[in-house]
C-alpha cells in the first residue's frame, strides 16, 4: 500500500484566523500595518512589522503570548490527531512563518506530528527582534509562477517537490486562501482537494473546476473537516486495499496459467 500524505495550510485552516493579523492587531499595530500594506509585499511588511513592534517594547514573550489565545474550531486538532493515527504523512504548507507555526503548533501539543512544515524562515536576531524571510527571494531569484501566488510564496513548486518524494502516495491537500489555487492545479487523479467552502480558493476552483484533475470535496468548518477527512482516508486505503488485491490475483492468474502451459500433466504433479 502506498500510503497517505495529508497537507494542510496553517492560516484559517488549522486556526481559525490569519496569524500575521492576529499577532498585529492583538499588539495594537493594525493603523501602522494598514498604512505601511501599499507600499510593500505582505511578507517584507511582517518584517517592518517586528521591527516597529520590538521599537515600541514588545518582546518575543508578548508575541508568544498572543500566539498562544489564537482562536481554533475544538474539532482541528483531535481531527489532526486521528490522520495522524491513520497512518498518515502530516506536512505544513503556509504563507505564514516558522516562529507562528511552530509556537502554536507546541502549544496545542501536535508540532511532532508533522513531518514536515514548509513556510516564511523566520529566526530571532542579537537584539531580541523577530525577523521573518520570504520562502522564495524574489528580489534575486523569483518563482515566475502565474497562478496568483504571491511573490515569497509558490506552493504549487512546493506540492510538486512533495509528490517527488513520496513517490505513489495519494495527497489531501486543505487549504482556504487564493495561494492554494496553484497547488490544487499540480494534483492528480487519485488525489483530493478540500478547499474551505466560501473561503477565496474556493470561489477560484469553482470559476475553473475543468482545470483541475482531482476529486474535490469542500468543507466549511471544523466540525465538517472532523467529519470529511478522517472518511477520505478510508475511502482511499479501501481503494488502495482493493487494488491490492486486484494486482495479486492479476499475478497469481497469470502464473497459473503459465503453470497450465509448462507444468506436466497433472498425474505427474501429485507423484
Known amino acids: 500500500m502506498a500510503g497517505i500524505t495529508v497537507v494542510f495550510d496553517f492560516d484559517k485552516t488549522i486556526i ?13 499595530a493594525t493603523d ?6 501599499p507600499t510593500m509585499p505582505w511578507n517584507s511588511l511582517m518584517d517592518t512589522m517586528m521591527k516597529e513592534l520590538h521599537a515600541q517594547g514588545k518582546s518575543i514573550e508578548d508575541i508568544k503570548e498572543v500566539l498562544r489565545r489564537v482562536p481554533m474550531h475544538p474539532q482541528i486538532v483531535p481531527t489532526i490527531k486521528k490522520a495522524h493515527a491513520l497512518g498518515c504523512d502530516m506536512r505544513i504548507v503556509s504563507d ?21 512544515i514548509n513556510t516564511n524562515p523566520s529566526n530571532i536576531d542579537q537584539e531580541g527582534r523577530l525577523r521573518i524571510s520570504p520562502y522564495i527571494d524574489f528580489q534575486t531569484s523569483p518563482h515566475a509562477c502565474k497562478n496568483l501566488c504571491p511573490p515569497n510564496m509558490c506552493k504549487g513548486m512546493i506540492i510538486g517537490r512533495i509528490q517527488a518524494s513520496v513517490g505513489k502516495k495519494r495527497i489531501i491537500y486543505l487549504g482556504d ?16 482537494m478540500m478547499p474551505r467552502k466560501k473561503f ?7 470559476e475553473n473546476r475543468a482545470l483541475l484533475k482531482t476529486e474535490v470535496q469542500e468543507w466549511i468548518d471544523g466540525e465538517e473537516m472532523a467529519n470529511i477527512l478522517p ?16 494486482s495479486l490475483q492479476l499475478s497469481v492468474d497469470y502464473k497459473f496459467e503459465n503453470v497450465a502451459i509448462t507444468l506436466p500433466p497433472p498425474v505427474k504433479v501429485h507423484q
Open 16 to 28: 481559525e484566523v490569519d496569524s500575521d493579523n492576529w499577532v498585529v492587531d492583538e499588539l495594537g
Open 32 to 37: 501602522l500595518f494598514n498604512h505601511l500594506l
Open 96 to 116: 505564514a512563518n516558522t516562529f507562528f507555526i511552530e509556537t502554536i503548533l507546541d502549544h496545542i501539543g501536535i508540532k511532532d506530528l508533522f513531518s514536515e
Open 177 to 192: 486562501g487564493i495561494g492554494d489555487f496553484c497547488p490544487s492545479l499540480k494534483l492528480t487523479e487519485g488525489d483530493f
Open 200 to 206: 477565496p480558493v474556493w470561489d477560484l476552483i469553482c
Open 231 to 246: 472518511k477520505l482516508i478510508e475511502k482511499i486505503k479501501i481503494q488502495e486495499s482493493s487494488n491490492s488485491n486486484s
